[in-house]
Nanobody
Framework: QVQLVESGGGLVQAGHSLRLSCAAS????????MAWFRQAPGKEREFVAA???????YYTDSVKGRFTISRDNAKNTVYLQMNNLKPEDTAVYYC????????????????WGQGTQVTVSS
């Protein structure tokens, strides 16, 4: 069993930065693929970024060059550094953990955090 707790969300102006953190419980954190998803009002949950257990990294096209995902296995924590934020980045951001072969579909993840709100004003 893995429990995930996100933090770091907030209200920022466009062009500014935020860093999200996701703290995980359990001793097998290093064996999980970790990902960030987001869900805007009235929209489906969408993939943002993922980092595999072996540190391979993937991003959705809309955040490439602006967002950076990283993990610290010693602290059981995954991060999402978000720079040059845009109003269209506004959403609830969720952390997820899984061992699936694919990274993009939410169904590949077994554990989810409660989410943290990110609001970007223009």
């Amino acid at each position: 069993q893995v429990q995930l707790v996100e933090s770091g969300g907030g209200l920022v102006q466009a062009g500014h930065s935020l860093r999200l953190s996701c703290a995980a419980s359990g001793r097998t954190f290093s064996s999980y693929n970790m990902a960030w998803f987001r869900q805007a009002p009235g929209k489906e949950r969408e993939f943002v970024a993922a980092i595999r257990w072996n540190s391979n990294i993937y991003y959705t096209d809309s955040v490439k060059g602006r967002f950076t995902i990283s993990r610290d296995n010693a602290k059981n924590t995954v991060y999402l550094q978000m720079n040059n934020l845009k109003p269209e980045d506004t959403a609830v951001y969720y952390c997820a953990a899984g061992i699936g072969a694919s990274l993009v579909p939410p169904s590949q993840y077994d554990y989810w955090g409660q989410g943290t709100q990110v609001t970007v004003s223009s």
